[in-house]
């Protein structure tokens, strides 16, 4: 669908997260950042709670869309003007456990131990709602870590960087060093899978 002659819909990113903004911007998609109620690390429309037998595919889809309903609240209550909401949602999956963030830096070394020399798989889903439609895609990668000394795992705790990131680490920084192998989207890694945000974004309308 060309847009060429009409006004394109604004888009809003219901997303605190700085990478998810990056990687917008890498592939020229104007935003705004949709403003939150909640303080930092919550938001209190969207709980992160997992919930009682739920994998790990069925918990990101359900987050972010949660999240990008909760973004068309946030248009209505701030009376916004109407356009699509992005959301997304990211998680660390390991024999079949839901790693999110860690709450601490002992449940960051914790995490961190049991990544050490294994294969996981990282979750990410994207969702887009125009108000009256809701659709998203999910992207699975596969991540193999090298053996970790706990001399390893302390330095990267004490850095800071695990604290907000699903699995306590972030590829695209210092723990892009532990990983030997990829299967994949390298972007759905960090937080955002470009090929699926693409795709949806022309799905509602945008002509990217």
Same mark, same amino acid.
């Given at each position: ?6 006004? +394109? +819909? ?12 990056? %990687?917008?911007? /890498? ?12 303080? +930092? ?10 919930? +009682? ?118 590829? /695209? ?18 937080? %955002? ?5 693409? /795709? ?9």
């Amino acid at each position: 669908m060309s847009l060429l002659n009409t006004v +394109p +819909p604004v888009l809003y990113l219901a997303s605190r997260s700085p990478r998810r903004r990056e %990687l917008l911007t /890498q592939i020229a998609v104007n935003f705004l950042l949709l403003p939150f109620r909640g303080v +930092p690390r919550e938001d209190i429309d969207v709980s992160e709670d997992v919930r +009682p037998g739920e994998d790990a595919e069925t918990y990101v889809v359900r987050v972010a869309r949660a999240k990008a309903l909760g973004g068309e609240k946030r248009l209505a209550w701030r009376r916004l003007s109407a356009g699509l909401v992005l959301s997304a949602d990211t998680t660390v999956e390991l024999e079949g456990d839901i790693l999110g963030k860690p709450a601490d830096a002992a449940e960051a070394t914790a995490m961190l131990t049991r990544l050490s020399g294994s294969t996981h798989r990282v979750l990410t889903a994207v969702a887009v709602s125009d108000g009256r439609r809701l659709e998203h895609a999910l992207s699975i990668s596969t991540v193999r870590f090298a053996p970790l000394t706990a001399r390893d795992i302390e330095r990267y705790v004490l850095s800071g960087e695990p604290m907000d990131k699903a699995g306590a680490y972030g590829i /695209q920084g210092r723990a892009g060093a532990f990983v030997q192998h990829v299967e994949g989207s390298y972007t759905g890694i960090v937080g %955002l899978p470009l090929n699926e945000t693409w /795709q949806l974004l022309r799905d509602f309308g945008l002509d990217l």
